[in-house]
């Protein structure tokens, strides 16, 4: 599973990720992580822990939030499958300059980076 897939996801599923002294700190609903998803969690750790530090995504139009929301795209049967996952959703963000939310391709998304003294 892609990042932005997976951190949509674990949005829309209200996992809390925060970032601890010892690492990472998951606090999920009961139930809701999947064996399959715990396995994607690991292989996307450091990135997970990078996002719980700062829990922004860069767009081509800004900063913005994920929201959990994602949209079905078209027809994707003509697509080389290596490039299916990226093309089969559009997620939510929110954008916090002006709070609207617009539907992004995962591929075209991006954990913030903290700049500065932030």
């Excluded at 700062?54 to 080389?80: K, M, Q, S, W, Y």
Aim: hydrophobic content about 40%; aromatic content about 6%.
């Amino acid at each position: 599973m892609m990042l932005m897939l997976l951190l949509s996801e674990l949005t829309r599923l209200q996992v809390q990720l925060s970032a601890t002294s010892d690492g990472l700190h998951v606090q999920a609903p009961t139930g809701v992580l999947t064996d399959e998803l715990r396995q994607t969690m690991a292989e996307h750790r450091a990135d997970l822990l990078r996002f719980a530090r700062l829990p922004c995504i860069e767009t081509i139009d800004g900063p913005g939030v994920l929201t959990g929301n994602r949209r079905a795209f078209g027809i994707i049967e003509f697509v080389a499958p290596e490039r299916q996952e990226r093309l089969r959703y559009t997620i939510d963000v929110r954008l916090t300059h002006d709070g609207l939310e617009q539907f992004y391709l995962p591929g075209t998304l991006w954990i913030a980076e903290q700049r500065g003294n932030e």
